[in-house]
């Protein structure tokens, strides 16, 4: 069986389409790359739709708890204390539970219990935090001038925040909102291993290598070829986040902008 | 429903929350020496000492994750059993490496194979603290390096003007400034070994996380005195206000050790102190 019918077969398992039955015995090193990347689909939807729902309610949070109002304040404080302070292990476990008791009371609950939808709310609660806490340390670090101007030039409310506040508070957030957004692709792999099971067999890249590596008894291929399509991944992140850093510095001197620098976090 | 949470089993939930802060008393000190010596070495006057320093805190920078939990143990482990292979059995003829598994001979087998079960858990269990220790004394040795440089230069050139040497300016004037920068980072730090703890879980330690899972379980009258429906989400709730409360406490007392340290310091916290008391 060549390569190429092998991808025809596996490359989309692991969203259902395709061979049903997984290899049993004569692992080649193209099903295990096949497989491996058909998990990774998984990986980039979390990522993907967590990171893209998550900056608008953390961009809302940290307005929130910058607000001297108490009435919006706390509940933002509370929302971000509870996703950062406890890990994303625990939260997972929970969350999973907590859907599956819910589901016997209303089934609306159904869809939650899987993982594409109950992970991903996790995930974008969770990522809504920690860039909230980001972009809350950047709105207090926006430079006083700046919004002395504008308020010189007569913007308030509204136009003040589109124009100004939100602009500037995104170019000094970029930075580590970046990391940020690495480390959440690299959380996704957290979600087969705790909690959610895999429907069918349809894992992420983690719940293959880990088969592979169950049934080879060799855990230095499936592994490494996981960091491989993880350091892709992370390094598509770098560049698609670089230009974005690059349009948000646009107007200022070449040597005052901000560089993104890589700081890998440790875990959630 | 109090005396259902005092049996047996659950008595081993509760000794396994001590379980997970033993791990966090022990790793905490080891990892700050370690990484005290990581970026003593990184100092050194000397160059391969200075070499490992900056490799060891380089760790820190080029690997993430998890990979290195999964990584270390595995590693540990069977670099033990080597060693021990090595001198307990010299004249053992098969090689160690056959395919894909690691074999030594039985008196070389870490634990012994007919170790009592406490045995097989302490050692399961120093494999962690160990595997730890050496992650995060990579991290805060990252962080005592740029501690140690952030202390203004003109402190350390004044020690030298009063003929203080080398080692003088290095404990009596170095080290007692340097926490003031390294706290942040060190706290940092810590927060996120508290959530590393149930990694335990993935190493194979049977932990909180394993205990919620089992006793929450459903239980059926067949096997049990106390059967109950699917308890697990009560369970992983309390996991997570448990860790809720210990960040919080956290939180509040490093935040008076940081008021402690700044205060007599020449950092702009120091300096707002002072106003305040004036």
């Known amino acids: ?268 | 429903m109090a005396c259902y949470l005092t049996t047996g089993k659950h008595m081993s939930i509760y000794t396994s929350v001590l379980t997970v802060l033993l791990l966090l008393g022990i790793t905490a000190p080891i990892a700050l020496a370690f990484g005290f010596g990581g970026a003593t070495a990184a100092r050194s006057q000397i160059a391969p000492l200075r070499w490992f320093g900056k490799t060891y805190i380089a760790i820190v920078r080029g690997v993430p994750d998890i990979a290195f939990f999964l990584f270390f143990v595995i590693a540990l482990d069977q670099a033990v059993e080597y060693l021990r292979h090595k001198v307990l059995c010299p004249d053992w003829e098969a090689p160690i490496r056959q395919g894909n598994d690691f074999v030594v001979c039985q008196a070389a087998k870490m634990p012994l194979g007919n170790a009592p079960q406490w045995v097989h858990e302490s050692y399961g269990f120093g494999l962690a603290v160990v595997t730890f220790a050496i992650v995060f004394g990579a991290f805060a040795a990252n962080v005592l390096f740029g501690a140690m440089r952030a202390v203004p230069k003109a402190q350390l050139e004044t020690a030298e003007a009063y003929g203080m040497s080398q080692h003088q300016t290095f404990w009596r004037i170095l080290v007692p400034q340097m926490w003031v920068y390294a706290l942040p980072g060190l706290s940092n730090l810590w927060m996120v070994l508290i959530k590393a703890t149930p990694l335990l879980f993935l190493l194979g330690v049977e932990d909180i996380v394993y205990w919620a899972r089992e006793l929450g379980g459903t239980k059926t009258p067949r096997f049990t005195d106390y059967p109950h429906g699917d308890w697990r989400m009560w369970y992983f709730l309390a996991l997570l206000v448990f860790y809720l409360l210990f960040t919080r406490v956290s939180e509040i007392v490093l935040g008076r050790i940081m008021s402690r340290l700044t205060s007599g310091q020449a950092t702009s916290g120091g300096e707002a102190q002072r106003k305040a008391a004036a």
């Open chain 1, 1 to 268: 069986m060549s390569c190429l019918q092998t991808i025809e077969d596996y490359g989309l398992r692991a969203v259902g389409i395709g061979e049903r039955l997984l290899p049993r015995e004569d692992f080649t090193l193209c099903h295990q790359f096949t497989l491996i990347g058909s998990g990774m689909i998984w990986n980039v939807y979390f990522g993907l739709v967590a990171l893209t729902l998550g900056f608008f309610l953390a961009t809302a949070l940290a307005m929130g708890k910058a607000s001297s109002r108490a009435l919006f304040r706390k509940p933002c404080e509370w929302f971000i204390f509870l996703f950062r302070g406890s890990p994303l292990f625990i939260q997972f476990f929970f969350a999973y539970f907590l859907f599956l008791n819910l589901k016997s009371v209303h089934p609306f609950f159904e869809p939650f219990t899987a993982a594409w939808l109950g992970a991903l709310v996790v995930l974008f609660f969770n990522t809504a935090a920690y860039s909230a806490e980001i972009f809350y340390g950047a709105l207090l670090s926006i430079p006083k001038g700046d919004i002395e101007a504008a308020d010189a030039y007569g913007l308030s409310g509204w136009s003040r925040f589109k124009r100004v506040i939100w602009p500037t508070m995104l170019r000094l957030a970029w930075p580590g909102y970046t990391n940020e957004a690495i480390f959440l692709f690299q959380s996704t792999a957290l979600v087969f291993f705790s909690g959610f099971p895999a429907w069918q067999q349809r894992g992420d890249a983690l719940y293959y290598a880990s088969y592979f590596a169950d049934k080879t008894f060799n855990p230095f291929v499936p592994y490494p070829i996981l960091a491989f399509y993880f350091i892709l991944l992370t390094l598509v992140v770098i560049s698609v986040f670089g230009l974005v850093n690059k349009r948000l510095n646009r107007h200022l001197p070449q040597n005052t902008r901000q560089k993104i620098r890589l700081r890998p976090n440790l875990i959630r």
